[in-house]
């Protein structure tokens, strides 16, 4: 099985208009770390044994590692959704006669550390050339330095276009010994971890005890290189420093031609810079807001983010695995003026923050923003003026003074997934906004999928996890819809109809020409996809405007349902409309009704009812209901569609129609009971809890 080592794809609409919120609370774990799984990843394919990867990233920059090193000819199994197992090559690489492509995409990680590694694994392949090409900004970023250090080891690299960038042309050829190698470190410090990985392999090849790395003047982003020497040191290698930025490496004891060895196991952190957008929501959001899967214990240097929140006047407790946010006793963040050369990816986080404090905040020490997925700080400089700051830059710093109130906005992204979620914060309210006219949206926002494909939807949890919700599950025609209405407009609550934005989707593919009683196939899935990341309808008052027109009446037919039923049976659709239902808790509170509310989009909702009644009986409401609103119908065929629908929402493997009482749910049967008797059972048992 080489099977699911790449992600579910997550659909992406070309913007997304964020819900202005102004709570976040509860908890989120974040994914794996991205320079954690990488790194993970290149030295499980080099070192000798067997590793089992748990928790590794699934994002586009693991993608393009995995597929890479596939090219290469590791062997790389999937155990699970969160358990990877890599056969280790032990430093050498398959040979070819021909060329091997392997596609870097747009990550720096993978193409500064895979080169080195290719280095070491074709020193004994002449013959064998490997070429590493990405995307377009990827040619643009330098790596002379790197090719330079390898090149004064005897490495034969050609750069095809212009000289210090990719695409690179590898040829394997024997290297020339030497105890000592050297690098730049001032331009990425990815660079220095390339040559560090490959150290303990170097000194084996050339039978030395001990391999030399040292820096050439200044070394940037020194956490990074802490967090290869741990990995290192859990592939059994040796190192010292005796003096800064000179590291001497030696092989872990009895290994083979990498000098690494597995450690067996191996289980990714969560990732410290995406932590960085959920400790900035507790700030921004009340909290308290636990972020889960980093901590005190982390060996990845932008949880020291934490501490430039706290100097902001957040309140910040650390935890071995979590960290817990809540915003600043006075009510107001405060600027600051910060070195970020050692959190330069968390730093970006500081420029929404500047936005909602007193005063302008200094960022000084970014400088390697300049060569990251776009120039860095001319994009966030760029955006942050859009939503009305006063921006100065310099080569290695910015200050941001903010507006009195931040403006409407569309904020280009430039394909740099911390432009997007960075700038997501901006959808806090801001002590200057008047009214929730201010409209937030951000543009091509699927390039979060570089590190944290799920970002949108845990940014929706968490603000929903912040306000209470009464979830109202049940089968067609229970009555939970007209129930769950009038309980949110006794309450004073906003309402969700769960089942409408499926019925909406359901129109879109009916009109689309999908038939609800075919297997939906491989290429129309990507469609429905499609549709579902667009659809977005809009509630107004008791219409829906579908795209602009008014479906209230055309998603109620019976075609409709079906297809929404046949469409809500895909995992991938379920996931692509958590967000959209989530945007919908908002302060004070809702009332949600559906099939899953209770165990899967709210789970954490303070009152939690499940409400039936018998097939018969509901069938005679829908029957009644149609006749009224001058639909023919005949009520036999009713309730066969009926338990043909509840059969499907309870079958499907994916959050099926359940009863479940130790989830704290409910039961209310309203066979015999009136209307007015069923919200009141409801109201009663909420009221307490709100
Ligand atoms: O509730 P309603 O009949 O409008 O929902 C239409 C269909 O959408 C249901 O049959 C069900 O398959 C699906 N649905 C769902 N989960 C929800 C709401 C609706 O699967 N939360």
Request: glycine share 8%; proline share 7%.
């Amino acid at each position: 099985m080489s099977g699911p080592a790449t992600p579910a794809a997550v659909s992406f609409p070309p913007q997304l208009p964020l819900s202005l919120r102004d709570r976040a609370a509860g908890s989120v774990r974040v994914p794996g770390s991205k320079s954690y799984s990488n790194r993970a990843l290149l030295l499980a394919a080099l070192a000798g044994g067997t590793t089992r990867i748990h928790h590794l990233l699934h994002s586009d920059d693991t993608a393009v590692m995995i597929e890479s090193l596939r090219q290469l000819g590791v062997l790389i199994e999937a155990e699970g959704p969160q358990v990877l197992r890599v056969h280790g090559m032990d430093g050498v690489l398959r040979s070819s006669a021909e060329p091997i492509a392997c596609f870097v995409g747009n990550s720096g990680l993978t193409i500064r550390t895979l080169l080195p590694a290719l280095v070491l694994g074709l020193a004994d392949r002449e013959g064998t050339a490997v070429r590493l090409h990405g995307v377009a900004r990827m040619h643009e970023r330098p790596i002379a330095d790197l090719v330079e250090g390898l090149r004064a080891i005897g490495a034969h690299i050609e750069c095809e276009a212009a000289e210090g960038f990719p695409p690179l042309r590898l040829h394997g050829r024997p290297l020339d010994p030497q105890a000592e190698l050297s690098v730049r470190g001032n331009v990425s410090s990815q660079f220095l971890t390339g040559l560090l990985q490959i150290a303990p392999g170097l000194a084996k090849l050339w039978d030395l005890p001990e391999i030399i790395v040292r820096v050439e003047g200044e070394l940037i982003s020194r956490p990074y290189i802490d967090l290869t020497l741990a990995l290192l040191s859990m592939f059994g290698a040796q190192w010292r420093e005796p003096e800064p930025g000179m590291f001497w490496i030696s092989p872990a004891p009895n290994s083979g031609r990498s000098g690494l060895i597995s450690p067996g196991d191996v289980t990714v952190e969560g990732d410290a810079s995406s932590a960085s957008y959920f400790l900035a929501a507790g700030a921004l959001g009340g909290g308290p807001l636990a972020v889960l899967g980093v901590g005190s214990q982390t060996l990845q240097g932008d949880v020291a983010f934490a501490q430039a929140l706290s100097a902001m006047g957040a309140r910040v407790s650390m935890h071995a695995d979590s960290i817990v946010v809540q915003a600043p006793a006075s009510g107001r963040l405060q600027a600051i003026d910060w070195p970020c050369g050692d959190i330069p990816d968390a730093a970006m986080t500081l420029v929404p923050l500047a936005l909602y404090a007193e005063g302008t905040t200094h960022l000084r020490g970014i400088g390697s923003w300049r060569v990251k997925e776009t120039d860095r700080i001319a994009a966030m400089a760029t955006e942050a003026r859009k939503l009305g700051a006063v921006v100065a830059e310099g080569p290695d710093w910015l200050s941001i003074t903010p507006p009195a109130a931040l403006q409407s906005a569309e904020i280009a992204t430039y394909d740099d997934h911390r432009v997007a979620m960075s700038f997501a914060l901006c959808a806090f309210a801001h002590p200057g906004d008047a009214d929730r006219g201010r409209l937030l949206t951000i543009l091509e926002p699927g390039c979060v999928a570089k590190t944290y494909p799920e970002f949108f939807n845990d940014f929706a949890r968490v603000a929903a996890q912040a306000v209470p919700v009464i979830a109202i599950d049940g089968p067609s025609a229970s009555g939970k819809g007209t129930v769950a209405a009038r309980v949110a407009e006794a309450l004073g609550l906003h309402y969700l109809d769960s089942g409408a934005l499926y019925r909406c989707l359901g129109l879109l593919c009916l009109e689309a020409g999908l038939d609800p009683n075919t297997a939906v196939q491989p290429e129309q899935r990507q469609r429905i996809l499609d549709l579902a990341a667009r659809h977005a309808p809009q509630f107004v008052g008791t219409n829906i405007l579908l795209q602009g027109r008014p479906v209230g009446e055309a998603i109620r037919t019976e075609a409709v349902g079906q297809m929404a039923s046949c469409l809500a049976a895909l995992p991938e659709v379920r996931a692509a409309l958590l967000r959209q239902q989530h945007d919908f808790a908002r302060s004070p509170g809702l009332v949600a009704d559906g099939r899953d509310m209770s165990t899967v989009v709210f789970p954490g909702a303070v009152l939690k009812v499940f409400l039936t009644a018998t097939a018969e009986a509901r069938a005679e409401r829908r029957y009644k209901q149609l006749i009224e609103k001058g639909f023919s119908a005949t009520l036999s065929l009713l309730q066969q569609d009926l338990e043909d629908r509840d059969r499907r929402d309870r079958e499907r493997p994916v959050a099926p129609l359940l009863f479940d009482a130790e989830a704290g749910m409910v039961m209310l049967d309203t066979t015999r009971l009136s209307i007015s008797e069923a919200v009141e059972f409801v109201l009663q048992r909420a009221r307490p809890l709100l």
